[in-house]
């Protein structure tokens, strides 16, 4: 049987695909509407937003007349010639023609605009941080053909696009089961730990905490690792993130304003846990703003509020990458560091302080 060239790569071992994502994205994708309207699946890097991106734009493309997948919107948008190569590959696939070439970004738009009004499309826009990267490429809503579908990835829940019905899809972690299964398989090849090493990998899992881009990084690095090393590679994880998990969680932060840098930063280190509104009044008398701060980051994904009990919270390798962030600032002297985390820490530093003094 011929693979058809339309279709998208996905994971080798991908565990949800029948997930209530899979299956919402699909409903809304086939729900026969003659308007315009906009997917966005948001949720915290790493959790597989793009691979349900690919998984939908595969089983729908072909109820489209036209279709386009555009990988990496954000990085493109970052460079003129960048961005014309995404434009370039946007008009190529919704007019089948691989000799159309564009000079300039205002000339891509205008030929942008001239295609996609005449047939229903399918695009999808992967890793968009804001809504200016979106009318970059599309001015106007009126741009598009009746019933054509806009599907979006991103980190930011508060994507909006105006005067377009807009529908969101959250991505969540996995389950026990489901993180056993992607592990198991990038480690072993098989969707269960070998019972010599269940007790260690269960630690790895837990580690990773239903994050996807942990495990399988994690795994694939442990594969070609003697298991008798796993123990120290462990806990080497205690005391810095894995670089390739670290670069992806990272971004998140790099994008923030530099108020709210010191906001996240503030609760990695002090705030889980706390009430949000105490949080706050700490968080203002600081002079960070802190109600505004927060809701940023809570539109990234990268804090949230107990809806029971109205406590902060982040997943625990967020916690790490803010923590590694300050380490890697001054990795030798505790006393330069912009946050000190514990008593232990805390103590050295004053200790040193005297000792100078």
């Known amino acids: 049987m011929k693979l058809d060239p339309r279709q998208l790569d996905i994971p080798k071992y991908m565990v949800g695909g029948e997930s209530s994502l899979i299956h919402n994205i699909n409903r809304w994708l086939q729900n026969g509407s003659s308007k315009v309207e906009i997917g966005i699946i948001h949720g915290l890097g790493g959790a597989g937003k ?25 990085t493109a948008c970052q460079k003129d010639c960048d961005f014309i190569h995404l434009q370039t590959q946007l008009i190529r696939n919704i007019t089948r023609n691989e000799n159309i070439n564009i000079d300039s970004i205002s000339e891509g738009r205008e030929k942008i605009k001239n295609v996609i009004g005449t047939q229903k499309n399918l695009i999808v826009l992967d890793d968009v941080e804001d809504v200016t990267q979106f009318h970059k490429m599309f001015d106007c809503p009126d741009w598009f053909f009746a019933g054509s579908k806009i599907l979006i990835t991103t980190r930011d829940h508060h994507l909006l696009v105006n005067d377009i019905t807009i529908w969101r899809f959250a991505t969540c972690l996995l389950d026990q089961k489901k993180s056993v299964e992607l592990f198991s398989y990038h480690a072993f090849g098989q969707p269960y730990p070998p019972k010599e090493n269940i007790k260690i990998s269960m630690l790895f899992i837990e580690y990773c905490g239903g994050l996807p881009l942990a495990l399988e990084v994690l795994a694939s690095s442990l594969r070609s690792i003697h298991s008798k090393m796993w123990k120290s590679q462990y806990e080497r994880l205690q005391d810095c993130l894995h670089d390739k998990v670290f670069n992806v969680l990272s971004w998140s932060f790099d994008s923030l304003l530099d ?7 503030h609760i990695a280190f002090y705030m889980i846990g706390r009430n949000k509104e105490y949080a706050l009044k700490i968080l203002d008398g600081c002079g960070l703003h802190g109600e505004i701060g927060l809701e940023d980051l809570i539109g990234k994904c990268l804090v949230s509020v107990d809806k029971y009990h109205d406590t902060l919270s982040m997943h625990h390798l967020i916690q790490q990458m803010g923590r590694d962030i300050v380490h890697q600032k001054s990795p030798n002297e505790l006393g330069r560091r912009s946050r ?12 040193n302080i005297k000792v100078r003094r």
């Not at 108020?259 to 930063?265: D, G, P, Q, S, Y």
């Not at 000190?340 to 200790?351: C, E, F, H, R, S």
């Open 50 to 74: 793009t691979t349900a991106a690919k998984v939908v734009y595969n089983a729908n493309y072909r109820r489209f007349k036209s279709r386009s997948f555009l990988a990496n919107v954000r």
């Open 259 to 265: 108020t709210v840098k010191n906001i996240f930063l």
């Open 340 to 351: 000190i985390l514990g008593q232990k820490d805390a103590y050295k530093v004053l200790l």
